[in-house]
């Protein structure tokens, strides 16, 4: 099952496609949730190689993570992303209709660490179709850093919380929808992925195929 979603791999890097559903590592506080990292332990620990996550996204999160399989590749790849080298491009369905089809959000948010300490963020977006049954559309997102909840947080600000985000639509707006779509997750897909090779200094381009789930809703929403 698990070759299935490898998309790359080489000595320094190994790129997955991620399921919804599944966390990317083990939270602290429960180390027994299933995970991608201890689902992939097995087969390479046997080869003596220890994985580092790269970026991380949510269980409910469908697409590309990065993992390095070197020390060397870990730091270099770290590295560019805090120069911002490495771009990402997400596919998520969000609530209304938006009035501008395209542009970009560049509102600071709070960091992890320190909720009291704001972050510049930058989310471009483009408006690829639009629901106007359910009042729902779908946008292609892309981010460079990402920090946490990014494209979450930004569309909630403009108020298009991702269709069904429990954590960022207000509740009677929730409930409204769920009369309307057949589901009860929100729908975010880390598509593509931008980025140098840390060891050869090749440029990389990787791709997540849709899941099948994503693409059903599309149709019964359209």
């Known amino acids: 099952m698990l070759d299935k979603t490898i ?23 429960n180390k027994k949730q299933k995970n991608l990292l201890d689902e992939l332990k097995g087969k390479y620990e046997e080869q003596r190689v220890r994985l580092r996550p790269v970026n991380r996204i949510d269980r409910d999160t469908s697409g590309l993570v990065i993992f390095a399989k070197t020390k060397e590749a870990f730091m270099a790849i770290m590295q560019k992303q805090r120069l911002d080298k490495i771009e990402k491009t997400y596919l998520a369905i969000v609530t209304g209709i938006l009035k501008k089809k ?47 909840h990014q494209i979450r947080k930004h569309f909630r600000i403009l108020d298009h919380a991702l269709l069904m985000d429990r954590d960022y639509m207000e509740r009677t707006e929730y ?47 359209k």
């Open 7 to 29: 998309i790359f791999e080489d000595k320094s890097v190994l790129v997955v496609s991620k399921p919804r559903g599944l966390l990317t590592v083990a939270a602290k506080d």
């Open 102 to 148: 395209e542009g970009e959000i560049k509102i600071p948010l709070p960091s992890r660490e320190n909720p009291k300490v704001k972050i510049p963020a930058k989310t471009t977006y483009q408006v690829l179709r639009e629901f106007r049954t359910v009042k729902a559309s779908l946008i292609e997102a892309r981010i460079t850093s990402g920090k946490h």
């Open 175 to 221: 409930v409204k929808y769920q009369k309307i779509v057949p589901f009860r997750h929100f729908f975010l897909h880390s598509a593509e992925m931008d980025f140098t090779h840390p060891i050869t200094g090749k440029k990389m381009h990787f791709r997540a195929e849709l899941p099948e789930e994503f693409a059903e809703v599309l149709k019964s929403i």
